[in-house]
């Protein structure tokens, strides 16, 4: 067996992606989401003291929240930082969409890799941020958008796409099969959007959420995959060697040192290693990552720099 056919070479997560602590994107982002919390918390504090203070929000939140007509005014980054704010008047906003980040978010990460992990979450907030844009600007609405609720909505649908049957508990009591709480979700906003019975939930960056994410998963859409179109030449651009003159001295200087053979990507796959490297793999998925040895995950490693050149 090649090197090729092994499964850290197939598409998905990179065996680099591997070797990153587990839920590490989700951990970030929901430090992000409390320390932004908290900095909409101080900047509001910070004029409630004012005599002429009527319940502003603060300029943190001014600033980031899903306004559609600041947007139209050319504030575009909006559609997407709107993701990263919640309610100031009640914690339980935060606490259940960073609860439900986690949960739904730590198995999607560890299955796709955290790059396309990342790629999937930024873009099923910004669809909300679309989706909710067009829905206000088709109605008039002039009400701003805030919460990461539309992401954590895309996070539900594809874990729920790929793992229908697996049991959530519902309260922390209730259990029921994760498919039903996502048909269940989606019908609840679908039901409030329908009967223009929203209330203070904007419940069509759900519906976009769902969406992107339901679409995501049925045509097997990778983010990344459009990536390497201008990655690529990038790379290339970079790694140009660049045009030198031509003095004999130096040849003449160069002629004379010993020459070392330097291992390239045409260099055959050590079969000594191959061998060792299926005995890893093998324990790998017996006992886990933690399993193994320091010398164990050198030969990952190993074989992980040459699916690198390989692949580039």
């Known amino acids: 067996m090649g090197i090729y056919d092994r499964d850290y070479y197939r598409e998905g997560p990179s065996y680099l992606d591997s070797l990153i602590p587990s839920g590490l994107v989700c951990k970030w982002l929901i430090a992000l989401n409390v320390v932004i919390f908290i900095g909409q918390l101080v900047s509001r504090a910070a004029i409630m003291g004012h005599p002429h203070f009527r319940g502003e929000a603060g300029w943190v939140t001014d600033t980031f ?11 575009v980054w909006r559609l997407l930082t709107y993701a990263f ?3 100031q008047d009640s914690w339980m906003h935060i606490v259940f969409n960073m609860l439900f980040l986690w949960w739904f978010g730590s198995d999607l990460e560890t299955m796709y890799g955290p790059r396309e992990f990342l790629a999937f979450y930024l873009c099923a907030a910004v669809a909300g941020g679309i989706f ?3 829905w206000a600007l088709t109605w008039g609405s002039t009400v701003p958008c805030l ?3 539309g992401a954590v909505t895309a996070l539900l649908i594809l874990c729920a796409c790929h793992f229908p049957h697996r049991i959530v508990y519902v309260m922390f009591m209730v259990p029921v099969p994760l498919w039903l709480l996502a048909v269940f979700n ?3 906003d679908s039901y409030r959007f329908f009967t223009n019975s929203q209330g203070p939930v904007a419940v069509v960056v759900h519906l976009a959420g769902a969406a ?3 679409a995501y998963f049925r045509y097997q859409i990778r983010i990344l995959d459009f990536v390497p179109s201008w990655w690529g030449r990038l790379k290339r651009q970079r790694s140009r060697p660049k045009l030198r ?5 130096e040849a003449e200087a160069r002629d004379e040192r010993v020459s070392v053979p330097v291992a390239t990507d045409a260099t055959p796959f ?3 290693l191959e061998a060792k490297l299926d005995a890893v793999l093998e324990k790998l998925a017996r006992s886990g990552k933690e399993s193994l040895t320091e010398s164990e995950q050198k030969i990952l490693m190993q074989a992980s720099e040459i699916y690198k050149r390989r692949r580039t």
């Open 65 to 75: 929240i899903l306004d559609p007509q600041a947007v139209m005014s050319g504030q």
């Open 85 to 87: 704010l919640h309610s």
């Open 186 to 188: 989606v019908g609840q």
């Open 212 to 214: 992107f994410a339901f």
């Open 270 to 272: 050590d079969e000594h």
């Open 147 to 149: 919460g990461a609720s």
């Open 132 to 134: 909710y844009e067009a």
């Open 245 to 249: 003159l031509y003095r004999p001295e």
